[in-house]
């Protein structure tokens, strides 16, 4: 493909995709601001390259009802795992970027309004069986800062108390934010970036962008959140370790001082974790 005039371009050769499989990914969500870095053409191969490794992919398609439709995880032993994505412009996504009949993209939300919430949960509906797990991938808001608007929030909300969703799982800030837990679900509203090729970029360093998060929750039968773990990472040199007491420290402090906004606690736990409580 043709790089996009974009200013940052990202791709890696599909040669490469081991990196992924040595991972054991299952799922990867594409809904974000760099999928169209080369136009087309690399979305596409993007999608036949996860095809062929077996990878499951939502929030990209060669249309729009591809884009918008789920990536189905079969547990074995305990039912599916549905996860949708999209992305938001908050994110730098263009609106042009977006899905269309017959037109490669993006599942793209102009905003967080109870219009594209409706519009979720019927979208939902058409997927869900019973006993499904569904969770909610959002590519929104900036790079940088720890901010969660009030549309923002009222919109997690919305996916989990009124389209039924399980968990909201947002990202796009390259460091971890504040974390809810509302009616026995985890929203996470910036996971962070587990690992990245940021390393000696100047001018954000406070926010600690060296520092990745694994989130591990666990769910009941009734889908209901019974833990959700924290296990802190430094990234350096393009290899992550995990990371050390005073590191360890500093991201409590701040999660926790973040995500207490919400009605929720980020605590120490044992052996180098964090545990997220209400």
Request: charged share 35%.
């Given at each position: 493909g043709r790089p996009e005039p974009k200013g940052i371009n990202y791709r890696m050769h599909p040669a490469n995709i081991g990196v992924l499989t040595a991972f054991s990914i299952d799922c990867c969500t594409l809904a974000n601001n760099h999928l169209l870095d080369w136009g087309e053409e690399g979305l596409i191969d993007t999608l036949e390259t996860l095809d062929r490794a077996g990878i499951r992919h939502a929030g990209a398609g060669r249309d729009a009802e591809e884009a918008t439709a789920p990536a189905i995880l079969e547990v074995p032993g305990r039912g599916r795992v549905l996860v949708f994505a999209f992305a938001l412009p908050s994110s730098g996504v263009p609106p042009g970027w977006a899905a269309g009949p017959g037109r490669p993209g993006v599942a793209f939300l102009d905003e967080p309004s109870p219009g594209n919430l409706a519009r979720i949960a019927t979208l939902a509906a058409r997927f869900r069986r019973p006993g499904d797990l569904l969770l909610a991938s959002l590519h929104w808001g900036g790079n940088w800062g720890y901010e969660v608007t009030e549309r923002e929030r009222a919109f997690a909300h919305g996916l989990i108390a009124e389209a039924g969703f399980d968990g909201v799982h947002g990202h796009s800030s390259h460091h971890a934010k504040g974390v809810e837990?509302?009616?026995?679900?985890?929203?996470?509203?910036?996971?962070?970036?587990?690992?990245?090729?940021?390393?000696?970029?100047?001018?954000?360093?406070?926010?600690?962008?060296?520092?990745?998060v694994a989130w591990l929750a666990r769910f009941d039968g009734g889908r209901r959140l019974r833990s959700l773990r924290l296990l802190p990472f430094r990234i350096r040199n393009f290899r992550l370790d995990r990371a050390p007491p005073e590191d360890l420290a500093w991201l409590q402090r701040t999660l926790d001082r973040e995500s207490r906004r919400f009605g929720t606690r980020v605590v120490a736990g044992g052996e180098g974790e964090l545990l997220v409580r209400r």
């Open positions: 837990i509302f009616e026995d679900r985890p929203i996470l509203y910036g996971c962070g970036d587990f690992l990245n090729d940021y390393e000696g970029i100047e001018g954000y360093e406070a926010f600690r962008d060296d520092l990745a």
